[in-house]
């Protein structure tokens, strides 16, 4: 099943960290994300390059959008011309399903704002 079709679950902090195996399972569905650590803590990352101001701010309205109706909520920095996506599961200090699954739809925000 392909990850933008998916739904984030809540994680009550119980959720152990995905794995090296299923991070590898699910990492060709975004392949131009990063695996970062931060803290010791791995995330993902990903730095997207808009024309303006404007442009990476309605992105960034739309990630926002998208991660309140999802209850999976991203660090997001918003310059002129770029903005930088940091998905990670706070309640695990990790990646977790959740984490794929919302960098998948970010990308789809990425390439609807990109045909405009």
Known sequence: MELTTKNCIPCTGKEPHLT?????????????????????????????KFLDFQTALDFTNKVGEAAENQGHHPALLTEWGKVTVTWWTHAISGLHQNDFIMAAKTNQIAAQLSKK
């Open 20 to 48: 090296a195996e299923e991070i590898a399972q699910l990492q060709p569905e975004i392949p131009d994300w990063q695996i970062i650590k931060v803290d010791g803590e791995s995330r993902l990352e990903r730095i997207y």
